[in-house]
C-alpha cells in the first residue's frame, strides 16, 4: 500500500507493509523471521527493525543524507518506551542492524 510521507508512522505502526508515494521508504514483513523493517532507499539503508520474539525496536543511529534523516523522522514509531510491547529503542549503526536483520532471515531459513 502507499502512503504520503506524512502518513508513514501510522503503518510502522500498525506493522503493516507499505511503500511512499515516490518508491524511497519501504517496509517488508519477514514474517518466518519474526521481525519488521523500514527501509529508505533501499535494503542497503534499514531505518528502524521490530523483533516480534523479543518485542524490541531497534533504530539505525548512523545519519547519511537529510532525506534519509526525513525518511526516518517520518517513519518513527511513537511512545516506543511506554508501549507494553516495547522495551524502547535499541541503537544500532546501519552495519549491526543489517547484520542482525540477515541472521535472522538466514537462521530461520537454515532451521526451515
Known amino acids: 500500500m502507499k502512503y504520503a ?4 508512522r501510522k503503518a510502522v ?14 517496509s517488508i514483513r519477514y514474517e518466518n523471521a519474526g521481525i519488521y523493517a523500514v527501509y529508505s532507499y533501499g535494503n542497503h539503508w534499514p ?26 523522522s517520518h517513519t518513527k514509531p511513537y511512545d516506543l518506551t511506554k508501549s507494553a510491547k516495547a522495551n524502547g529503542f535499541i541503537s544500532m549503526t546501519c552495519n549491526e542492524i543489517k547484520a ?13
Open 13 to 26: 505502526e500498525y506493522m503493516t507493509e507499505f511503500q511512499n508515494n515516490n518508491r524511497t521508504v519501504y
Open 100 to 112: 542482525l536483520i540477515d541472521n535472522k532471515i538466514y537462521t530461520k531459513e537454515k532451521v526451515a
Open 47 to 72: 531505518l528502524w527493525v521490530y523483533d516480534w520474539n523479543s518485542n524490541q525496536w531497534y533504530e539505525n543511529v548512523d545519519k547519511y543524507s537529510v532525506t534519509t534523516s526525513r525518511h526516518a
Open 5 to 8: 510521507n506524512k502518513d508513514m
